[in-house]
Each structure stands twice: as structure tokens, then as C-alpha cells.
């Protein structure tokens, strides 16, 4: 199973990106999926979670209001929608996924994280 980001960038303060997470392996089912970052210097921070459904997603408060947390579970992939960037926002984002997926025959669960696409906001 590979998790695969794309939509990092460089951008303006106000401004806005579109992150993706692609999915892709002999995945049967993913569960849980979410967005996390990591700026310089600093821990790993959750920015966003979603189930499978995609209902009741969670947010940091730090992103709430501005950032949108959403999946196309057909095409196994998990966006991130970010408006009103600011430059505290400046970060390498991950993907993780709770995938069900086979080993040879056999069907096991895994945490997967994708390798990371940055975002640097500037003021």
C-alpha cells in the first residue's frame, strides 16, 4: 500500500491549495484517514481527520474555519481544502490511512503514512 500527497506549495498569505492523497495497493477497505504537519523545529500535529463516511470530521482550532477535510472513497483518495493561509500554517503535510488490505492471502489492518508535501505560506 502507497499513500501518495500532491498540492504543496508555495503561496501568499490569504491564499489558498488543494492537497491530495492517493491511495493505491491491494487495499479491500480504508478507514480512518488524515491530514498532519510537521513545521521546523516542531512535532507532528494532527490538522484533520475523516472516517470512512466522511461525516463528523475533526479539525485542529487551529485550522477550523479554513481548512475542509473531505474523501472520494472510489477513488480512494483524501483532499484537504486550505483557505486563508497564513504563514504559521508553513509545514510538510502527511497523509495517514487505516487501510485493510491483503498480504498474499491474508487480509490485515495498517497505519500508513504518505512521504509528505510542503506548504510554505509567506507573509
Known amino acids: 500500500v502507497q499513500l501518495v500527497e500532491s498540492g504543496g506549495g508555495l503561496v501568499q498569505a490569504g491564499g489558498s491549495l488543494r492537497l491530495s492523497c492517493a491511495a493505491s495497493?491491494?487495499?479491500?477497505?480504508?478507514?480512518?484517514m488524515g491530514w498532519y504537519r510537521q513545521a521546523p523545529g516542531k512535532q507532528r500535529e494532527l490538522v484533520a481527520t475523516?472516517?470512512?463516511?466522511?461525516?463528523?470530521?475533526n479539525y485542529a482550532d487551529s485550522v477550523k474555519g479554513r481548512f475542509t477535510i473531505s474523501r472520494d472513497n472510489a477513488k480512494n483518495t483524501l483532499y484537504l481544502q486550505m483557505n486563508s493561509l497564513k504563514p504559521e500554517d508553513t509545514a510538510v503535510y502527511y497523509c495517514?490511512?487505516?487501510?485493510?488490505?491483503?498480504?498474499?492471502?491474508?487480509?490485515?489492518?495498517?497505519?500508513?503514512w504518505g512521504q509528505g508535501t510542503p506548504v510554505t505560506v509567506s507573509s
Open positions: 495517514k490511512a487505516n487501510v485493510i488490505h491483503y498480504s498474499g492471502s491474508e487480509r490485515v489492518r495498517d497505519d500508513y
Open positions: 495497493g491491494r487495499i479491500l477497505r480504508i478507514n480512518a
Open positions: 475523516s472516517t470512512s463516511g466522511g461525516a463528523n470530521p
